[in-house]
Antibody, heavy 118, light 107 residues
């Protein structure tokens, strides 16, 4: 069974940092691209970042570029999102999701809440 | 960036109705479009990929079509479990973008 489990969320002050993790199981992690998507309270889905299966290419939304870093460890079946210089509008439920060539996100995690507030 | 615009934003319907949601892209995305169903407290579920292909396990009352810049999602004979928010997403290029969502609510 495919499982994606996020962790590392919580309350952080503006300007602070947080590192999210996504533990993957039930599939060959290294064959899939991985992604972070967020949903702010009362808002829609927003793509945040993507990383290719081998980790060679990364992509970011303009709203997080230069502040967030996506990475992966295929040996540990793990995806990460390092979030620095956090702002109030980064407050959201962050979910990881997988994709493969020609396909969109077929499995998602349940998400982890990040709250940025003083 | 490719903008995705869904209409309507909210749709009120009854069990048994047939409803259609439209998604427009600001430039051609060929058939690189997905539809997701999102219920509160749950992970989004993939319904449609490549504009019209049904994802595994999705009931046949869901259908979709379109190409280029205009796409539709149709739900025939709405069931109680179908009431949710639906999102389109283009995966033709980066940045990936979602429509703003269409909430399907019970009339």
């Amino acid at each position: 069974e495919v499982q994606l489990l996020e962790s590392g969320g919580g309350l952080v002050k503006p300007g602070g940092s947080l590192r999210l993790s996504c533990a993957a199981s039930g599939f060959t992690f290294g064959r899939y691209g991985m992604n972070w998507v967020r949903q702010a309270p009362g808002k829609g889905l927003e793509w945040v970042a993507s990383i290719t299966s081998g980790g060679h290419y990364v992509f970011y939304a303009a709203s997080v570029k230069g502040r967030f870093t996506i990475s992966r460890d295929n040996a540990k079946n793990s995806l990460s999102l390092q979030m620095d210089d956090l702002r109030a509008d980064d407050t959201a439920l962050y979910s990881c999701a997988r994709d493969i060539e020609g396909m969109p996100y077929d499995y998602w995690g349940q998400g982890i809440l990040v709250t940025v507030s003083s | 960036d490719i903008q995705m615009t869904q209409s309507p934003s909210t749709l009120s319907a009854s069990v048994g109705d047939t409803v259609t949601i439209t998604c427009r892209a600001s430039q051609s995305i060929d058939i690189w479009l997905a539809w997701y169903q999102h219920k509160p407290g749950k992970a989004p579920a993939l319904l449609i990929y490549k504009a019209f292909s049904l994802a595994g396990g999705v009931p046949s009352r869901f259908s979709a079509g379109g190409s280029g810049t205009e796409f539709t999602l149709t739900i025939s004979s709405l069931q109680p479990e179908d009431f949710a928010t639906f999102y389109c997403q283009q995966y033709s290029s980066y940045p990936r973008t979602f429509g703003q969502g269409t909430r399907v609510e019970i009339k």
